[in-house]
């Protein structure tokens, strides 16, 4: 099994500031990697597939970097209606399966 | 605009069987080549893939539950199913239903949600 971990687990930043949330895979999953935001109570939603292709309607402040092991999301401009959790997701068909991050909370 | 809406008993006691429907509306099952698929949350952590189907009825399960779990479709009814059995309390959790952005493969991230239902196992 590939596991994937999320550093940090919580954050806590200013309005404006860049944050980067990185996920680790155990092992190399080229550029089979997701972010999802889930804001308190609401459903997770799609940000960034493929590692840095950016999901239709998703702010351009969001951006996603890496391949094979390692990763980032990146918020270059942190605003209060970021306020959530974010997971990383690996997709890979080889091992199959889909596995989360642990999560990342990011607070202001 | 496709949507998906979970459904089914929101209290299961312990040793039973967790049963769950997915409607989908403004989509077809068995038109669409999507798989469909189940992930869970449980209360303050974090996400879980169950299983995935396709409307040919192939499915892909997590390891971790494979066990356990059935998942089934039924076209005639646009719905897909989530049967756990021998739930205990560590299987209390949101229950989503979900379909992937690219068809064929099970294995792609999650661009359709359902709202979620929570499901608690208590005797």
């Known amino acids: 099994d590939i596991q994937m971990t999320q550093s940090p687990a919580s954050l806590s930043a200013a309005v404006g500031d860049r944050v980067t949330i990185t996920c680790r895979a155990s092992?190399?999953?080229?550029?089979?990697l997701a972010w999802y935001q889930q804001k308190p109570g609401k459903v997770p939603k799609l940000l960034i597939y493929?590692?840095?292709t950016l999901q239709s309607g998703v702010p351009s402040r969001f951006s996603g970097s890496g391949s094979g092991t390692d990763f980032t999301l990146t918020i270059s401009s942190l605003q209060p209606e970021d306020v959530a959790t974010y997971y990383c997701?690996?997709?890979?068909?080889?091992?199959?399966?889909?596995?989360f991050g642990g999560g990342t909370k990011v607070e202001i | 605009q496709l949507q998906l809406q979970e459904s089914g008993p929101g209290l299961v006691k312990p040793s039973e069987t967790l049963s769950l429907t997915c409607t989908v509306s403004?989509?077809?099952?068995?038109?669409?080549?999507?798989?469909w698929a189940w992930i869970r949350q449980p209360p303050g952590k974090g996400l879980e893939w169950i299983g995935s189907?396709?409307?040919?009825?192939?499915?892909h399960y997590s390891p971790s539950l494979k066990s356990r779990v059935s998942i089934s479709v039924d076209t005639s009814k646009n719905q897909f199913s989530l049967k756990l059995n021998s739930v205990t309390a560590a299987d209390t959790a949101v229950y989503y239903c979900?379909?992937?952005?690219?068809?064929?493969?099970?294995?792609?991230?999650?661009?359709?949600w359902g709202q979620g239902a929570l499901v608690i196992v208590t005797s």
């Open positions: 997701q690996k997709y890979t068909s080889a091992p199959l399966g889909l596995t």
């Open positions: 092992q190399g999953i080229s550029n089979y």
């Open positions: 493929g590692a840095y």
């Open positions: 403004g989509g077809s099952i068995s038109t669409s080549s999507y798989y």
């Open positions: 189907i396709f409307n040919s009825g192939r499915t």
């Open positions: 979900a379909r992937p952005n690219d068809r064929h493969t099970a294995m792609a991230p999650f661009d359709y």
